[in-house]
């Protein structure tokens, strides 16, 4: 069993993952209580990549303080894309690839397999990525992207935006439906990175419904997503997740 994996150990609060694009970033993040950290340019989409450079100093200066995620982009990219370096970066346990504008590809699956075992080969978990807005995003549907990460013995299944201007994971589903759906990605046996727009008020029903790791950027930033991170704004976060998640919380819960 991987650190990693001892980490998601099912029972356990959920980690704060912040997504951060660089040293400075990084420091706030992890002042204000964030125990996962993650790579990614806010600049360039949903799941911009860093440079290589920047992913290693930024690894440098983690010094094994959290675990280390790191977006990649999107895979219909990927052929041509600078990212491709960060694969050979040690120090990244997960890794994170989307799907969007492959929803008429008939061979994605096939695609993300082969991505899958070269992520693997190079000492990462591939991340399955579920758009909350998969039809905007022309990305194939979350119970296609479920069925594959379970076929394929994944670790980890993001749920993310891909349009962060249009609509939260938490609109994006019906309600009942989201809790369901992570309900599902837990009893196959894989942690559920519950992302998307969540807001600091979506705290308590994201740890409610299983999250293993709740993953923002835009709530933990001054303003918008692509400013700074902001580290009252990550501690308030940190703080709704610890009280989620404490005695008293899980007594009311269990009532
Ligand atoms: O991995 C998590 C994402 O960086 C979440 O970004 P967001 O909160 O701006 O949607």
Same mark, same amino acid.
């Given at each position: 069993?991987?650190?990693?994996?001892?980490?998601?150990?099912?029972?356990?609060?959920?980690?704060?993952?912040?997504?951060?694009?660089?040293?400075?970033?990084?420091?706030?993040?992890?002042?204000?209580?964030?125990?996962?950290?993650?790579?990614?340019?806010?600049?360039?989409?949903?799941?911009?990549?860093?440079?290589?450079?920047?992913?290693?100093?930024?690894?440098?200066?983690?010094?094994?303080?959290?675990?280390?995620?790191?977006?990649?982009?999107?895979?219909?990219?990927?052929?041509?894309?600078?990212?491709?370096?960060?694969?050979?970066?040690?120090?990244?346990?997960?890794?994170?690839?989307?799907?969007?504008?492959?929803?008429?590809?008939?061979?994605?699956?096939?695609?993300?397999?082969?991505?899958?075992?070269?992520?693997?080969?190079?000492?990462?978990?591939? #991340?399955? %990525?579920?758009?909350?807005?998969? *039809?905007? =995003?022309?990305? $194939?549907?979350?119970?296609?992207?479920? @069925?594959?990460? +379970?076929?394929?013995?994944?670790?980890?299944?993001?749920?993310?935006?891909?349009?962060?201007?249009?609509?939260?994971?938490?609109?994006?589903?019906?309600?009942?439906?989201?809790?369901?759906?992570?309900?599902?990605?837990?009893?196959?046996?894989? #942690?559920? %990175?519950?992302?998307?727009?969540? *807001?600091? =008020?979506?705290? $308590?029903?994201?740890?409610?419904?299983? @999250?293993?790791? +709740?993953?923002?950027?835009?709530?933990?930033?001054?303003?918008?997503?692509?400013?700074?991170?902001?580290?009252?704004?990550?501690?308030?976060?940190?703080?709704?997740?610890?009280?989620?998640?404490?005695?008293?919380?899980?007594?009311?819960?269990?009532?």
């Amino acid at each position: 069993m991987s650190r990693l994996d001892e980490i998601i150990g099912r029972g356990r609060r959920p980690r704060l993952l912040v997504s951060v694009r660089d040293e400075s970033e990084l420091e706030d993040a992890i002042s204000g209580g964030a125990d996962w950290i993650d790579f990614k340019e806010p600049d360039e989409g949903a799941l911009g990549p860093v440079s290589v450079e920047m992913a290693s100093r930024m690894v440098e200066a983690i010094n094994e303080r959290t675990p280390i995620s790191a977006a990649l982009g999107e895979l219909v990219d990927w052929q041509n894309s600078p990212s491709q370096r960060i694969l050979t970066v040690q120090g990244i346990g997960v890794v994170k690839l989307g799907l969007a504008g492959l929803a008429s590809e008939r061979n994605w699956e096939a695609m993300w397999l082969d991505f899958n075992q070269h992520a693997f080969d190079q000492g990462k978990q591939l #991340a399955a %990525v579920v758009y909350a807005d998969w *039809q905007r =995003a022309v990305a $194939p549907q979350p119970d296609a992207v479920l @069925a594959m990460a +379970i076929r394929a013995g994944a670790k980890y299944v993001l749920i993310d935006t891909w349009d962060k201007k249009s609509c939260s994971t938490m609109s994006c589903f019906s309600p009942g439906e989201l809790e369901q759906f992570v309900s599902q990605i837990n009893r196959s046996g894989m #942690a559920t %990175v519950l992302a998307g727009s969540l *807001q600091l =008020a979506d705290v $308590p029903s994201a740890t409610e419904m299983g @999250a293993d790791i +709740i993953a923002v950027r835009g709530a933990a930033c001054e303003g918008l997503r692509t400013n700074k991170i902001n580290p009252d704004s990550v501690r308030a976060i940190r703080e709704a997740l610890d009280l989620a998640t404490s005695a008293d919380f899980t007594v009311t819960i269990d009532q």
